[in-house]
C-alpha cells in the first residue's frame, strides 16, 4: 500500500506494524480516528472449536484499535457460519448443526479474553452473534430490503467469486448470498453500536466493499473498510501451517509448548515482522533483535516465542515451555513439559514401527511420508539416527517416562507414550 502522512495514532501505528493492505476512504477514516472514537468489527465464523494463528492477524488488528483508544467489536458468526463463506474456497463448506455451531464459538470466545478488555466502557470491547438478527430476516423482506443494492455483475467481479467460477467449480446460490448476509452485518452494527469499520484479510475485501457501500447507501452514514496483506512465511509458505496441521489457538487443541515451538522455529527472515505483527514489542526493541547476526538470532527467535506465547496463554505458560526446549534441545535433557502423545496399545502393538511413532507423533500424515522424512536423515528415536523402518519394543522405552523420544530435524522432539 502506498504510504500516507497520517494523524491518527491507530493508523499510524497500523501503517508501521504492517498492518494495512487497503483502506477504502483512508483521509476520511484517519480524520475520524484522530478526532473522536472509532467503533470497528471484525467476523469470526464458528466452523471448528478453536481460532488457529491465521486467525491470530485478525485479533491482533482488533488489539491495536483498542490500544489507540478505540473500541472493537468481535462478531461471531453464528448466522453466517450457517451458509460458510466461498471467498477463495474451492468447495463448499461442509454445513454445520446449530448445536455445533453453539459449540464451536463456546470454544472459540475465550482466547478474545486474552488480547482484548471487555467491558462497558467507551473504548471497552464487546462480543455480539450476527445470529441476533439474521436468523430473524425474512426471505422476502432480506431481498426486499437488501437485495436491490447489488447487481450479480459487480457480485461476478470480485477475484473470491471469479476464481471459483474460472476453475469450474460450484458456487451455489446459498454461498452465494454469504456477501449480502456479511454487508447486512455491517449496516446492523452500525445501527446497533455505531461501528464504521469493519476489518479483515484481503481475501475480505469484496465483502468488506459491499458492507461499507450498503452502510452508505442506505443509511447514508459513514463506513470504512481495511484489510491487511495475505500473510507467508519469507519461504513463501502459507503462515500457520505445520507438518501436524493448524496452530490452534485453545490450550487444549495446542500445547502451550508447542505454541512456543511454533514461533521458535520461525523463518530469520520472518522475525522481525512478526514481532510487530504479533507482539507489544516497542519498535526499539525490535530493531534490536533485527541487528542479531548469526546464530544470535536465534535469540530473537525466542524472545518472539516468549512474547507471543505470553500473550495466549501466559508469562508462566512462556517460561515451562522455554525451559522445556532449553533442556531438550540445548542441553540434551528431556523434560516432563514435553508434548506427550499417548498412543493406545492396541494401536501400537499392530504396528510397533519407527513409522508409526513418527505418524503418531504427528510429523507426518501418512506412513510413506514417514518413510521419506526417513531417508532424509530427519528422524531419530531415542536420540539414535533411523533412516530405514524398523521395529520397536518395549525395552526401548525411556524408563522415566515410559515413552519413545521421537525427533524430526533438529527442532521438534516429542514423547509417545504407549498405553
Known amino acids: 500500500m502506498t504510504e500516507h502522512a497520517f494523524k491518527s495514532d491507530f493508523l499510524r501505528t497500523m501503517q508501521a506494524r504492517g498492518y494495512i493492505h487497503q483502506i477504502t476512504h483512508p483521509a476520511e477514516l484517519d480524520a475520524a480516528a484522530a478526532t473522536g472514537v472509532v467503533t470497528g468489527y471484525i467476523g469470526f465464523d464458528a466452523t471448528a472449536p478453536s481460532l488457529h494463528v491465521g486467525h491470530l492477524i485478525q485479533i491482533m488488528l482488533l488489539r491495536r484499535l483498542q490500544q489507540a483508544g478505540h473500541k472493537p467489536i468481535v462478531l461471531m458468526g453464528g448466522g453466517t457460519t450457517k451458509v460458510g463463506d466461498p471467498s477463495f474456497k474451492d468447495t463448499q463448506r461442509p454445513l454445520l448443526t446449530e448445536e455445533r455451531i453453539a459449540e464451536n464459538i463456546a470454544g472459540i470466545k475465550g482466547v478474545f479474553e486474552k488480547f482484548l478488555t471487555f467491558g462497558d466502557g467507551p473504548s471497552d470491547a464487546i462480543m455480539v452473534d450476527n445470529d441476533e438478527w439474521l436468523s430473524k430476516l425474512g426471505y422476502l423482506e432480506f431481498l426486499r430490503d437488501y437485495g436491490t443494492h447489488f447487481t450479480v455483475n459487480r457480485m461476478l467481479s470480485f477475484d473470491s467469486v471469479k476464481l471459483r467460477l474460472e476453475r469450474e467449480q460450484p458456487l451455489t446460490f446459498l454461498e452465494f448470498n454469504y456477501m449480502l448476509m456479511q454487508a447486512t452485518d455491517f449496516l446492523e452494527l452500525n445501527r446497533r453500536y455505531g461501528c464504521t469499520l469493519q476489518m479483515g484479510g484481503s481475501d475480505q475485501w469484496g465483502n468488506i466493499i459491499n458492507g461499507v457501500e450498503l452502510t452508505r447507501k442506505v443509511d447514508q452514514k459513514a463506513a470504512f473498510g481495511l484489510t491487511t496483506p495475505l500473510l507467508s512465511t519469507a519461504s513463501g509458505q502459507k503462515m500457520g501451517k505445520t507438518v501436524g496441521g493448524a496452530v490452534w489457538l485453545n490450550a487444549d487443541a495446542l500445547s502451550p509448548y508447542d505454541y ?35 546464530a544470535a538470532i536465534n535469540d530473537a527467535k525466542k524472545a518472539l516465542a516468549d512474547a507471543a506465547t505470553t500473550m495466549l496463554h501466559g508469562a508462566e505458560a512462556a517460561a515451562t515451555a522455554r525451559a522445556a526446549a532449553e533442556s531438550a534441545f540445548e542441553k540434551g535433557q528431556l523434560s516432563a513439559d514435553l508434548p506427550v502423545i499417548e498412543l493406545p496399545k492396541g494401536e501400537w502393538e499392530q504396528a510397533r514401527s519407527t513409522r508409526a511413532l513418527v505418524k503418531a507423533a504427528g510429523f507426518a500424515k501418512s506412513l510413506s511420508e514417514a518413510s521419506r522424512h526417513m531417508a532424509g536423515n530427519a528422524v531419530r528415536v531415542n536420540d539414535e539416527l533411523i533412516t530405514e523402518d524398523r521395529l520397536h519394543d518395549y525395552a526401548e522405552l525411556l524408563p522415566e517416562f515410559g515413552a519413545f523420544k521421537v525427533q524430526f530435524g533438529k527442532k521438534k522432539i516429542v514423547l509417545v507414550k504407549p498405553i
Open 260 to 294: 512456543w515451538q511454533y514461533w521458535r522455529n520461525t523463518e530469520d527472515g520472518d522475525v522481525g515482522r512478526f514481532m510487530r505483527l504479533f507482539t507489544d514489542l516497542s519498535d526499539a526493541e525490535i530493531a534490536g533483535y533485527e541487528a542479531l547476526e548469526g
